[in-house]
């Protein structure tokens, strides 16, 4: 019980630690809008900033149509190129050099216009987005820090230990061979393998979620389908399920013998080679594994206002923490011969985990939409 309590705070405790300081509010009170007559969002934008300006006269607001006025293309291609909106998006909000694309409620993204524009929220306490976490009361997540939950996020994926099994296999067989060249080598490229699989596997998922980011209701599939896999996981606990099921014993005994295989060839392409493939063919296999987190992630990766360049450079750093346990493995068996392996407990309490984050994932996505 005393294990459980414990695994339950750190879970919970995670929206704590994703608390980040607030933007610096505009001194500029100018707002640029770029929309199209029939979007539906840019229509809920233009009623908010109707009634912003009714309240605050000050607010000078510049409107551009962009869907049949092709007189305003060329400015919003280029201020869309300036501001890494590849897609050509619209609405595109412009505050004092800051850019908004999208336009959620008044209570999220029109209260990210008001903090931009050093306005207080002239609205009741009610107007804040906030869920209510046990132990740490509301938490407001639109003051999300994207760093920060990628790394908790990768963190607890990589609880899963599903995709591990192979890699403490092939080690440990390379260990009784008493090669250090071989297990740097060849468990070297089995795991290099095994991250480039993972940053594949997940950019897919965000370019998927990119090509369908005018779908509104795409969030709200995204998070039912975070229930879901949340709700297996709690079932997969309470069950006390202590293996991972992904690979019955047929499959995990052919694996077994190519690494056999591998670790036994004196010529080193082929050994390197061998690893590549057997990397790959593993993640593919055990990545239903792990689908939950990686979907929720990369869905809330896609609507961030971030280049290409710096959602990739996300990915490769939740990738990095995903993996984390799998480096501690490979470098332990690399310099003391030893390897390290995770009992039937470490599966058991990453369902619980896993089901934890994704309910409140789920929450947060249906609740305060994707924070900008």
């Given amino acids: 019980m ?14 704590y630690f994703l608390l980040s300081s607030s933007l610096a509010l505009a001194a500029n009170k100018e707002i640029t809008l770029f929309y199209g007559r029939e979007c539906p969002h840019c229509q809920a934008e233009e009623k908010f900033l109707d009634k912003l300006t009714k309240l605050n006269p000050e607010v000078k607001i510049t409107r551009y149509e962009v869907w049949h006025n092709s007189d305003n293309r060329p400015l919003f291609e280029s201020e869309s190129k300036k501001y890494g909106n590849d897609r050509l998006a619209v609405p595109l909000t412009i505050i004092n050099g800051q850019a908004i694309l999208g336009f959620d409620t008044d209570k999220t993204t029109g209260q990210e216009i008001l903090q931009k524009l050093g306005i207080e929220n002239k609205g009741e306490k009610g107007d804040k987005e906030v869920i209510k976490v046990p132990i740490f009361g509301q938490v407001d997540i639109k003051k999300l820090s994207l760093p ?25 067989f390379l260990v009784t061979l008493g090669s250090r060249k071989k297990v740097l080598i060849i468990g070297g490229s089995f795991l290099a393998a095994s991250y480039l699989a993972s940053f594949l596997y997940m950019t897919a998922w965000l370019k998927a979620f990119e090509l369908v980011a005018f779908i509104s209701y795409i969030r709200y599939a995204v998070a039912f389908f975070s229930l879901i896999v949340g709700f297996i996981y709690l079932r997969d606990f309470f069950k006390n399920k202590r293996e991972c099921e992904v690979v019955d014993f047929k ?34 296999i055990e990545f239903v594994c792990s689908v939950g987190l990686p979907v929720i992630y990369t869905q809330v990766l896609a609507g961030q206002h971030e280049s290409s360049a710096a959602k ?26 030893r390897v390290l392996t995770f009992s039937g407990n470490y599966s058991y309490y990453s369902r619980l985990v896993g089901a934890i984050i994704l309910f409140l994932l789920a929450a947060w996505l249906v609740i305060s939409g994707i924070p900008k």
């Fill in 2 to 15: 005393k294990r459980i309590l414990i695994v339950l705070t750190l879970a919970l405790s995670t929206f």
């Fill in 148 to 172: 920060t939950l990628t790394v908790i996020l990768g963190l607890v994926d990589g609880f899963n230990p599903c995709a591990m099994w192979a890699l403490v296999a092939l080690l440990a």
């Fill in 312 to 337: 990739y450079g996300y990915i490769l750093l939740y990738c990095l923490f995903y993996m984390l346990d799998d480096f501690i493995v490979f470098i332990a068996a690399l310099f003391t011969s």
């Fill in 251 to 284: 499959q995990r005994k052919k694996i077994l013998d190519r690494m056999k295989n591998i670790g036994s060839t004196e010529f080193w392409v082929t050994a390197v080679i061998g690893a590549v493939i057997l990397a790959i063919t593993v993640n593919i």
